[in-house]
């Protein structure tokens, strides 16, 4: 759960986490009139070296922006780490990538059906998406290849599905999701990879974050 500003957030790992729905892909975006740290002075901001973090403070950094990119809670992103870590060490990025990337909420907004993982959440909370025909609820819901999602029927004229057939026009998903754009349906068509996530990060600092 984020609580804080979502902007501060994103400005603190100074890239783009996605968290503000269209504010992002605008020039009103606060990380793009203000690319320095929260509780920076722009007048001092690259004027003097700021101070190299340690490893711990490097592998910290990375294990909280891909925790807040996906709206986890440390609990929920620890088990997850846990998870993938079992089974052979050369898969465990892999794993990793699988976990989190095919979360329902997250395979929802990675289809384009609507532009953040937040709304994402909300939508499959209140039951507007069903998968392979039926009602899921569970934003956690992992999703296997072959799976197909869509928005339910009864739930197409929401508010919040008004611009989908507009954004979609434009939006590309991932490759590893097949979508229907007209019929606004889409399907995991294979496994996604570390070179897959929405924005870079060294998944190998956060391994070894949780490994101590």
Request: net charge positive.
């Amino acid at each position: 759960m984020i609580t804080n500003s979502k902007c501060k957030i994103c400005r603190r790992a100074t890239e783009k986490l996605f968290l503000k729905e269209e504010k992002c892909y605008t020039p009103k975006c606060p990380l793009t009139r203000k690319s320095y740290p929260p509780g920076v002075k722009k007048s001092s901001f690259g004027k003097r070296p700021r101070r190299s973090k340690s490893e711990y403070g490097f592998q910290l950094a990375e294990k909280q922006k891909l925790k807040f990119l996906y709206i986890l809670r440390e609990r929920q992103f620890k088990n997850y780490i846990q998870e993938a870590l079992k089974g052979k060490s050369a898969d465990i990025i892999s794993r990793l990538a699988e976990i989190l990337e095919l979360r329902l909420d997250n395979v929802v907004y990675r289809l384009g059906l609507v532009k953040s993982r937040s709304i994402a959440r909300q939508i499959v909370n209140h039951g507007h998406i069903i998968v392979n025909g039926r009602k899921v609820n569970i934003p956690s819901y992992r999703l296997k290849v072959g799976d197909k999602i869509a928005i339910r029927p009864q739930s197409a004229a929401k508010k919040v599905f008004q611009n989908t057939d507009i954004y979609l026009k434009k939006y590309q998903p991932p490759v590893w999701l097949e979508m229907d754009k007209s019929k606004k349906e889409g399907k995991i068509a294979g496994k996604p990879q570390a070179q897959d996530f929405e924005i870079k990060t060294n998944l190998n600092a956060i391994i070894e974050f949780y490994s101590r």
